[in-house]
């Protein structure tokens, strides 16, 4: 008897149960268990951990018309079987191309999926086939998924304060994971760096979404380090050299307003973006990216702030 | 031989493998062994097990019956295993964000089969692309994007003109494209440079103009795969060792570092490699007090800092 074959009996006899089954049931009707005692227990619970792994629910309820109570376990149908997404067969070939083009780093959880979805169709293009694109997924952002699909509530702990936040959103962008949401420690909207994440995710389990997301949210668009902080809002005014910007005006995004500079302001030709800033430092450091080819010019603090920090670099020893 | 897969691993399989088998009575063995990625012989010795599988009390007629003939397998009594598992978060998440991001290139069909599937699958998993998960590869423009595809399946040349950030200069080269790809965010292009005589990574979004030739590429990447990396460090470099404050250790994990010390404090000194003045002058700006040069290669290079500062600061003093 295979541990193979006994997982298999294992799932099949508490699928099939419509009661709680104690762990001395299982034994009896499981093929393949040791005799009673410490070494059928350590079976056991290996096995209870496999099927937990895999991603099968256990559900634990008390056996009835036992005493003294003893745990019951069985699985609940609803919780195993997958809903059928009706996939045509050219849309499962297109969900297999898309696991081969973009490949998640360092994870077959895209293939597994697709064996539950039906296998892996037809003369699919070989592995060894080159992916167009690379995906990394930090550990954290399985939990947070989670949460969203579940519309539960999650804390963790970021810049060494414990945050809970009702996850609406996940989004990858410039190479790194964000999650949005509605944040209820500091009762407001929040983005979240997850790579800055400290420690782990935990999910909620009885705290669903005190807040439900706005019904439209804006999509498709990147947000930068200087939209992503706390600070109280503030529009920054940028004079850029004219060639950079068209560049610029991209990176900058929509939410930045663009003028052309008045004659006080600079050169004929060059332009002045008004940009809405929520992280003073994050936008200070792109702005000095722009070396010389920009211009912080208003409000003065900003302006102040920024000479200071390169006066103080010019006259260090 | 193979080493045999744990036993978990192969139940993950079998419970996905028997689903489509019921579902497909007289399916050949090597259509399951193609479609699950697997040999024959793989194949045969899962459903070995599988027709062990029963319900107690364990009679011929509790128990999973497997029939194979002439190559064709069919899977009876096996109702609990009817229906495939429900997809993990992880499995969900993995599926559903490759989808999500190649539907974001620029180019992908966006009502076709692909778009499709990832509807029905996040109905099925109870989430809205878009407004709850959004995968963004990268910017870059479409039309260049197909251009540049097109240029390295016909393996010809293309000239560019090239804003190279870290050097923050433009310039206009000739390369041979071997492979566009996105990875960190970005989309890249990797190829050889005939200006800079050797192997480069371009990103694409920082191509202003793109010309498609129709010269054949005489360079192309040779079988050992491609090692295409952004460093390209040259002997006549200067070096300069830094104190970074603990605050800046990003900087260590970032760039390429010859050598690294830490210090009990949190902070270290790291030696690292000039590639290009203004990448070293936006580093020491945005730093400002979470970095000092300790020791640097020449004069010019120790002084990168202060002059970057002072040019800028000419702009405020007007």
Redesign the interface.
């Known amino acids: 008897m ?4 006994r ?3 294992l ?3 508490l ?2 149960t419509t009661r709680p089954l104690s762990a001395e049931d299982l034994r009896q ?3 393949g268990y040791p005799p009673p005692g410490p070494s059928f227990r350590r079976a056991f619970e290996r096995d209870k951990d ?1 099927l937990r ?5 256990l559900s634990i309820a008390r056996v009835p018309g036992v005493d003294p109570p003893v745990d019951g376990y069985r699985i609940l149908p609803e ?10 067969a ?6 297999h ?3 081969i ?2 490949r ?1 780093d360092g ?1 077959t ?15 699919a293009t070989p ?1 060894g086939s ?6 990394p ?1 930090d550990p954290a ?3 947070l ?2 949460a ?3 519309r539960r509530a999650v804390q963790f702990s970021y810049r060494g304060e414990v945050r809970t936040l009702d996850a ?9 994971w964000y999650v949005s949401g509605f944040d209820q420690t500091r009762q407001a909207e929040r983005n979240f760096r997850i790579g800055r994440i400290e420690g782990e995710v935990t999910v909620l389990v009885d705290q669903p979404w005190s807040t439900d ?1 706005p019904p439209h ?1 804006e ?2 668009r ?1 947000l930068q380090g200087w939209e992503l902080g706390e600070d109280s809002p503030i529009a920054v005014d940028l004079l850029v050299d004219v060639e950079r910007a068209v ?1 610029l005006g ?1 990176e900058l995004g929509p939410s930045a307003s663009q003028r052309p500079a008045t004659s006080e302001e600079g050169p004929s030709s060059s332009v002045v973006f008004t940009v809405p800033v929520v992280n003073q430092r994050a936008f200070r ?1 792109y702005v ?2 722009l ?2 080819h920009g ?1 912080v010019l208003g409000p003065a603090e900003v ?1 102040a702030d ?2 200071e ?6 006259g ?1 020893a | 031989m193979a080493v045999p897969a744990p036993a978990a691993d192969r139940l993950r399989r079998v419970l996905a493998m028997v689903p489509w088998i019921v579902a497909n009575p007289g399916i050949e063995v090597a259509a399951v062994a193609n479609r699950f990625g697997l040999t024959e012989a793989d194949v045969l010795d899962d459903l070995n097990v599988v027709w062990m599988v029963g319900l107690p009390p364990y009679t011929p007629d509790a128990l999973v019956e497997v029939a194979i003939e002439d190559d064709k397998v069919w899977i009876h009594y096996a109702d609990f295993f009817s229906r495939p598992l429900k997809l993990t978060a992880g499995q969900g998440l993995a599926l559903l964000a490759a989808t999500d991001g190649l539907l974001s290139v620029p180019g992908t069909e966006l009502d076709g089969p692909l778009a499709r599937a990832l509807a029905k699958l996040a109905g099925v998993l109870g989430v809205e692309p878009d407004v709850n998960l959004e995968v963004d590869l990268g910017a870059a423009e479409g039309p260049t994007l197909a251009a540049l595809q097109r240029s390295v399946d016909a393996a010809t040349d293309v000239i560019i003109d090239y804003y190279s950030y870290g050097r923050d200069e433009r310039t206009t080269r000739r390369v041979s494209p071997w492979r566009v790809n996105a990875t960190g965010g970005a989309w890249y292009l990797e190829g050889f440079c005939h200006s800079a005589e050797g192997e480069r990574l371009f990103r694409i979004d920082r191509i202003e103009d793109l010309r498609p030739t129709d010269d054949p590429s005489e360079h192309r990447p040779d079988d050992s795969g491609l090692d295409v990396r952004v460093f390209h460090p040259r002997a006549e470099d200067p070096k300069v060792t830094l104190w970074l404050a603990p605050e800046a250790q990003w900087v260590i994990e970032t760039y390429p570092t010859e050598s690294v010390k830490p210090r009990s404090d949190g902070s270290s000194e790291a030696t690292l490699v000039i590639t290009a003045d203004a990448w070293f002058e936006r580093l020491l700006l945005r730093l400002g007090p979470q970095v000092r040069i300790l020791a640097a290669d020449d004069e010019q290079a120790a002084n990168l800092g202060r002059s970057a500062a002072a040019r800028v600061l000419e702009r405020y003093r007007r």
């Open positions: 295979s541990k193979l074959e997982l298999l009996n799932t099949a006899v699928l099939d009707s499981v093929e496999d792994t895999m991603g099968i629910p919780d195993y079987y997958l809903a059928d997404p009706g996939l045509d050219d849309e499962l070939a297109a969900l191309l898309a696991t083009a973009v998640v994870s959880e895209g293939r597994e999926a697709l064996w539950k979805l039906g296998g892996l169709p037809g003369e592995d080159p992916s167009v694109a690379s995906l997924i952002v399985t939990p998924f989670e969203i699909r579940e609406w959103r996940l989004h990858f962008q410039r190479g790194r997301p949210r999509a498709g990147a560049w991209q450091s000095l990216g070396l010389e211009e302006r920024l000479i920090w390169l006066e103080a670099i010019e260090a």
